[in-house]
């Protein structure tokens, strides 16, 4: 199996989801994100730091008025990182798949 491309961080559902967001995003506003990603505020603010600590997305903060607000965009290295990880699970279903037919045509008909 190709378990190589699989990225440890992407693992987790949350992040993979955070990511494949922002992946159809150029930049996207920390609420929509955390809105869309059914995530508190504190738990949004975590997984980002991880995914910023590993260079998978950039932060951006600014103001709106007199209100703070934080934008996050998935940077060139995410997108890489997703599109492998992606091809990995995809491997690794087509892979199952295959070895499934190859049990079931060897199986002694009844």
């Not at 903060?61 to 990995?88: E, I």
Request: proline share 4%; charged share 20%.
């Amino acid at each position: 199996m190709a378990t190589a491309d699989l990225d440890p961080l992407l693992l987790d559902p949350t992040r993979l989801s955070i990511v494949a967001l922002l992946a159809g995003t150029e930049w996207a506003e920390f609420s929509w994100v955390r809105d869309s990603a059914g995530l508190s505020d504190s738990a949004l603010s975590k997984q980002i730091t991880n995914l910023a600590g590993r260079g998978y997305i950039e932060i951006k903060k600014g103001y709106v008025g007199k209100r703070p607000r934080t934008w996050l965009t998935l940077s060139a290295t995410g997108h890489q990182v997703l599109r492998a990880h992606v091809a990995a699970l995809r491997q690794i279903v087509e892979q199952s798949q295959q070895a499934g037919k190859a049990h079931h045509a060897s199986e002694p008909s009844v």
